[in-house]
Nanobody, 120 residues
Framework: QVQLVESGGGLVQPGGSLRLSCAASGFTFRNYAMSWYRQAPGKERELVAFILNTGGTVYADSVKGRFSASRDNGQNTVYLQMNSLKPEDTAVYYC??????????????WGQGTQVTVSS
């Protein structure tokens, strides 16, 4: 079955950096785009970064120039490098893949999330 396991969150001061990892299993990782989302308290979950299976990326305007997504298809892992962190980046960060054995069965799969807190 599809499993996504995030790690790397923590407490960091404003201006600091963190690198999140998401280890994937249960599907052919190299064939699928992956996404990072975040959800702050009282807010809806929002897309942060999207990375194609080929490595192309798209970012939310709020993180452009500060966050960078990458992937290692040999390790079945996707990363989110977060620099110049701001208090408003505080949220639970989730890894996501849209997968199904056949197209009509495609659905969202989520990891358990990792907490990122930016505070002095």
């Amino acid at each position: 079955q599809v499993q996504l396991v995030e790690s790397g969150g923590g407490l960091v001061q404003p201006g600091g950096s963190l690198r999140l990892s998401c280890a994937a299993s249960g599907f052919t990782f190299r064939n699928y785009a992956m996404s990072w989302y975040r959800q702050a308290p009282g807010k809806e979950r929002e897309l942060v970064a999207f990375i194609l299976n080929t490595g192309g990326t798209v970012y939310a305007d709020s993180v452009k120039g500060r966050f960078s997504a990458s992937r290692d298809n040999g390790q079945n892992t996707v990363y989110l490098q977060m620099n110049s962190l701001k208090p408003e980046d505080t949220a639970v960060y989730y890894c996501n893949v849209k997968w199904g054995r056949i197209v009509s069965e495609t659905k969202d799969y989520w990891g358990q999330g990792t907490q990122v807190t930016v505070s002095s």
